[in-house]
């Protein structure tokens, strides 16, 4: 018997790999390695398929079929905003259709345990200080759009055919649980930072003008190694006979602001990190931090690490990486 994790050469996928091969479970990941990349799976089967492709429904069958895969974890998905903006089609193509290629199969097999990875995208821009899974899903993008869809699509197999599954509302994350596994991306604010660094220019601040403490955003930074763990949880959940369908949110329940996190990196890095204030990025919610109560109580699931943590780890992995600094 075996997991199946779609986008498991990716960032995320990649910690839950891990993770999943340390405790000796037998993994098999599906990855089209358009973002991802094959030296991060390991040991771990890979199978490489576009999720979304023409066929993808029946070759995940067979590899479902081959492998006994009981559980998936699907991460394969496109996942930038301003890219959903341009074209909304592609996105719902790949992430809607992907999802239900991978939901279908499983019903064509009889694995019946889904994770999903969803965001809090869905949010868009919440008016409430905290979010909990019970705050209005409001996206404002197509980006955000897609995963609220794949909710609607798992909580439908549910009722459906019994499936499983827990979707993951993911805050920001950052970090790496080990050297070789950092973002390879440079799309989010920690990374975008090291970037301008290395380059030896200055970070920028999108907007200083918010009705928060410092007058940038703040943002709820989970470490990825914490996330990975939550979908093992999740996954043990849905095992142990409990299921139904599951949405919560993963998130510290603690918020950090843009300058915070820019100051973070100074130290952790012993660089000069004076920033340059740039007008507000367009769609950027002044605050999003998300409630972790109901993930702590259904699963018993809480972070470990804080944002000393999110960066000291996120830097390690940079330094280890092919754009070293200094
Ligand atoms: C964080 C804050 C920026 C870069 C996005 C997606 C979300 C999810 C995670 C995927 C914002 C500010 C950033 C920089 C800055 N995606 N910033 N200078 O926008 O909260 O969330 O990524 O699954 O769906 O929307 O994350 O890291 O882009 O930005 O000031 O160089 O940092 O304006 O306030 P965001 P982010």
């Known amino acids: 018997m075996s997991i199946m994790v779609t986008g498991g050469a990716g960032y995320i996928g990649a910690h839950v790999v891990r993770l999943l091969q340390e405790r000796g479970e037998d993994v098999v990941v599906v990855d089209d390695l358009s973002t991802g990349r094959e030296d991060r799976v390991g040991d771990a089967t890979l199978v490489e398929l576009d999720v979304a492709g023409g066929d993808a429904q029946q070759l995940l069958e067979q590899v479902m079929r ?3 895969v009981t559980g998936v974890v699907h991460f394969a998905a496109r996942k930038q905003v301003g890219e959903s903006v341009a074209r909304p089609a592609w996105y719902f193509q790949q992430n809607v259709t992907g999802l239900a290629n991978v939901v279908a199969a499983m019903e064509a097999v009889g694995a019946d345990r889904l994770i999903f990875s969803s965001s809090a995208a869905v949010y868009g821009m919440p008016d409430v200080e905290i979010v909990t899974e019970d705050t209005d899903p409001r996206p404002i993008n197509p980006y955000g759009e897609t995963k609220l869809v794949g909710e609607w699509l798992i909580a439908d197999a549910g009722r459906a055919w019994g499936l499983r599954a827990a979707s993951l ?5 950052a970090g790496a649980g080990w050297p070789d596994l950092g973002d390879p991306a440079v799309l989010n604010l920690v990374p975008m930072v090291l970037d301008r660094l290395a380059k030896g220019e200055r970070p920028k601040v999108f907007g200083e003008d918010y009705p928060t403490t410092d007058g940038t955003c703040i943002r709820d930074y989970i470490h990825v190694l914490d996330l990975a763990h939550a979908h093992l949880a999740a996954l043990d959940h849905l095992a142990g ?3 139904g369908n ?3 949110n993963v998130g510290t329940g603690q918020g ?6 820019i100051t973070e990196i100074g130290r952790v890095s012993g660089l000069d990190v004076t920033p340059d204030v740039e007008e507000r990025r367009a769609g950027d919610p002044p605050r999003l931090v998300a409630s972790a109560d109901r993930i702590a109580e259904v699963l018993g699931w809480q972070t470990r690490n804080g944002l000393p943590e999110i960066i000291e780890s996120a830097w390690e992995a940079w330094q280890a990486g092919p754009r070293r600094i200094g």
């Open 169 to 173: 509302r993911y805050f920001n994350v």
């Open 241 to 243: 006979g409990d299921g």
């Open 246 to 248: 599951l949405v919560l």
């Open 256 to 261: 950090a602001s843009v300058k915070e996190v």
């Open 66 to 68: 081959e492998r006994e």
